[in-house]
């Protein structure tokens, strides 16, 4: 069961552009969602969190969009470098309940 | 501050052989969770330990099974290998109860069935 979805596989931006990742979820229950990076050969590294009583969280360049009656979130990176280009997974769990991943979006900053 | 390792990093079997994957979890962390991820596809839960035993398990049948060490670390066994059972194989830790605290991962164990 697909409860979390990230629509787009792959994103190509120009390095110091924003850079939006978008994940839509079905499962009203979850609670708290997570954004993961990935670099090939590497475990997913943790990004960013927010949990369902906020609606944005921002770390730096990064920042999660929570919309609950659209059941969708973002990341936006900005400014967008070529460090950033990997894959972008969301996460999100309900009720300290197993995460469920979306399948990824591969993001390409060209220089 | 040593993070999540696991071991081995590569390993190629054959079907209906078995399998024993390891886990270190971060420092400070007692809750692990493991997970199988498919080529071209997110992460998909596995089961999770804590205090030693299992708390919570994803749909994965009873010929994967694991154990937790009162030191934290965990195995993944996974009997009568399939083909199907190809992928990369992550360990998660986290402090305290269950989901919703952020899970660490580490860099995973390439498993090949042939």
């Known amino acids: 069961d697909q409860q979390v979805k990230q629509n787009s596989p792959s994103l190509s931006v120009q390095e110091g552009r924003i850079s939006i990742l978008n994940c839509d979820y079905t499962n009203s229950m979850f609670d708290y969602f997570l954004w993961y990076k990935k670099y090939p050969a590497e475990g997913p590294t943790f990004l960013i969190s927010i949990s369902s009583i906020k609606d944005k969280n921002e770390d730096g360049r990064f920042t999660v969009f929570l919309n609950k009656s659209a059941k969708h979130l973002s990341l936006h990176i900005v400014p967008s470098q070529p460090g950033d280009s990997a894959v972008y997974f969301c996460a999100a769990s309900a009720y300290h309940n197993d995460m469920r991943f979306g399948a990824g979006t591969r993001l390409t900053v060209k220089p | 501050d040593a993070g999540v390792t696991q071991s081995p990093t590569h390993l190629i079997k054959t079907r209906g052989q078995q399998v024993t994957l390891r886990c270190s979890p971060k420092s400070g962390h007692d809750t692990v969770s493991w997970y199988q991820q498919a080529l071209g596809q997110g992460p998909q839960f596995i089961f999770q330990?804590?205090?030693?035993?299992?708390?919570q398990r994803g749909n994965f049948p009873d010929r994967f099974s694991g154990h937790q060490f009162p030191n934290y670390s965990s195995e993944l066994n996974v009997n009568a290998l399939l083909l199907g059972d190809s992928a990369l194989y992550l360990c998660?830790?986290?402090?305290?109860?269950?989901?919703?605290?952020?899970?660490?991962f580490g860099p995973g164990t390439r498993l090949l069935v042939l």
């Open positions: 330990y804590y205090e030693e035993e299992e708390r």
């Open positions: 998660a830790s986290s402090l305290a109860i269950g989901g919703g605290e952020t899970q660490y």
